[in-house]
């Protein structure tokens, strides 16, 4: 499977973006597809994770009621809808899939799984 995020971009703090990672190949159902992010000189964390093909959901504190992930079943396209944008979000984002419930993605590592290129989000204060 291969995917591909974009959407990332230059925003001022309090804005909103919305990123996409669009796939190819087969993904199971019992696979789940997730957000990760990488600031500068950090490792990479997590940040929103979700089934393929179930609605669980579950989210990195530091995001919570700010992100939200979602599916657009017919384009086979996970979205990463972000809000409130801080400079801390300030990263390159990452889409991948593994194995598992999206709360396992929480430890998913690098070397684990899936990924896609990553796309970058500055966010200004």
């Known amino acids: 499977v291969q995917l591909q995020a974009s959407g990332g971009g230059l925003v001022q703090a309090g804005g909103s973006l919305r990123l996409s990672c669009t796939t190819s190949?087969?993904?199971?159902?019992?696979?789940?597809v997730g957000w990760f992010r990488q600031a500068p000189g950090k490792e990479r964390e997590f940040v929103a994770a979700r089934d393929w093909n179930d609605s669980r959901t579950y989210y990195a504190d530091s995001v919570k009621g700010r992100f939200t992930i979602s599916k657009d079943n017919a384009r086979n396209t996970v979205f990463l809808q972000m809000n409130s944008l801080q400079p801390a979000d300030t990263a390159v984002y990452y889409c991948?899939?593994?194995?598992?419930?999206?709360?396992?993605?929480?430890?998913?590592?690098?070397?684990?799984?899936?990924w896609g290129q990553g796309t970058l989000v500055t966010v200004s204060s």
């Open positions: 991948a899939t593994k194995f598992g419930s999206p709360a396992t993605m929480a430890t998913m590592t690098p070397a684990s799984g899936s």
């Open positions: 190949g087969r993904i199971f159902s019992s696979y789940s």
